[in-house]
């Protein structure tokens, strides 16, 4: 807050009822919509870039994904899309591949996600499934190049 702000607070003749409005984040982002054509593409453009506070509108058909970046909530976003061009939109659930420990686990890969994403999976049970246990661990890393004492048939 700045010394203006500060001082406007005590000079202001209003009434004290009503309290600041919180101000808004500059944010990213992204949906998925399912695109088909050029038109569907435009009118979600259009939809997203009539909103108050979009800075930002990128559409790219062929990952079925939008995104925006202003001072908007995601929540508000996804509705306006949905209400303006009657698709169901959702938050983008994909990240990238390299972000994943295990990207082949089940629940995070998706054979639907594009090309060098898998699912964001924040369930603690999935990431469980993925571990090796330890007798695993103990056999593969037997083998292994890294290891000098391992047994080498040739």
């Given at each position: ?23 808004k984040q500059l ?30 509108v990128d559409v ?78 103990r056999y593969t ?14």
């Amino acid at each position: 807050m700045g010394v203006l702000d500060h001082l406007s607070d005590y000079f202001d003749c209003s009434s004290h009822s009503s309290k600041h409005k919180k101000r808004k984040q500059l944010q990213t982002v992204e949906l998925k919509i399912r695109i088909d054509c050029e038109g569907c593409e435009r009118k979600v453009r259009r939809a997203l870039e009539g909103m108050k506070g979009v800075k930002q509108v990128d559409v790219d058909r062929k990952a079925n994904k939008a995104t925006v970046v202003g001072y908007v909530e995601p929540s508000k976003v996804v509705a306006r899309v949905a209400h303006r061009t009657g698709k169901k939109a959702e938050l983008w659930p994909y990240v990238p591949y390299d972000v994943v420990a295990h990207p082949y686990a089940p629940g995070v890969y998706d054979k639907k996600a594009p090309a060098g994403y898998v699912r964001k999976a924040d369930d603690p049970n999935v990431y469980q499934l993925a571990r090796a246990s330890s007798t695993e661990v103990r056999y593969t890393t037997a083998f292994s190049d890294e290891n000098p004492a391992a047994c080498a048939v040739m």
